[in-house]
């Protein structure tokens, strides 16, 4: 079975740093994925780690550790219009191409 | 074109109607996904293509029979439909197997 779990809501002021974590117990794991959703929106995919260490992207970035089944998102000089949902997904091995989304973080932006 | 296209936006159907879902990506994408989404919940994978062909059912009713007519549709047909099945349906399409996924705005469908 899988297990993914992350924080349901996170605040956090214009201009700071925020870190968004992700812990993941699963069968077979193959990569995980972030995804950012926009209120009656389609999600939008962030960033991608399969292999241990620090990807970055702009102002995102995204950090997996495998051992720990643990991942986070960092997301630097946030903006108002970053207030959305951030979905971890894990993809599964055994192929068929299996993703399974996290509960999501409901990040707000405030001045 | 990195569009993933679903059809129609919105869908009013009732319990005895029968209706479909359409996805459209022109990506050359090899595996496509149906998923379902509840208000304030993660996207809950329903089902997936490689190839067209159907190679994961996550125990989803009857109700829903998917589709795969060519590598670039991906239908979802709907029939007897409970209330709690409204939700928005989100189709997904992705390069090859584990490549990121690329989501549609979806199709917010109630069941009255």
């Known amino acids: 079975g899988q297990n993914i779990d992350q924080p349901t809501e996170m605040t956090a002021t214009e201009g700071a740093i925020v870190q968004i974590n992700c812990t993941y117990q699963?069968?077979?794991?193959?990569?995980l994925f972030w995804y950012q959703q926009h209120a009656g929106e389609a999600p939008t995919f962030l960033s991608y780690n399969v292999l241990d260490g620090l990807e970055e992207k702009g102002r995102f970035s995204s950090f997996l550790s495998r051992s720990k089944g643990y991942s986070y998102l960092l997301l630097k000089e946030l903006q108002m219009k970053d207030s959305a949902s951030y979905l971890c997904?894990?993809?599964?091995?055994?192929?068929?191409?299996?993703?399974?989304f996290g509960t999501g973080t409901q990040l707000k932006v405030e001045l | 074109d990195t569009e993933v296209t679903q059809t129609p936006k919105h869908l009013v159907m009732g319990m005895t109607n029968k209706k479909s879902l359409k996805c459209e990506q022109h990506m050359g994408h090899r595996a496509m996904y149906w998923y379902k989404q509840k208000a304030k919940k993660p996207p809950e994978l329903m089902f997936v293509?490689?190839?067209?062909?159907?190679?994961i059912n996550e125990s989803v009713p009857s109700r829903f029979s998917p589709e795969c007519p060519n590598s670039s549709l991906l239908n979802l047909h709907l029939h007897a439909l409970q209330p709690e099945d409204s939700a928005l349906y989100l189709c997904?399409?992705?390069?090859?197997?584990?490549?990121?996924?690329?989501f549609g705005q979806g199709t917010r469908l109630t069941v009255v």
């Open positions: 293509y490689s190839y067209e062909k159907l190679s």
């Open positions: 997904a894990v993809r599964h091995t055994g192929g068929g191409n299996k993703l399974t």
């Open positions: 699963t069968s077979g794991f193959n990569g």
């Open positions: 997904a399409s992705s390069q090859d197997r584990g490549q990121e996924a690329f």
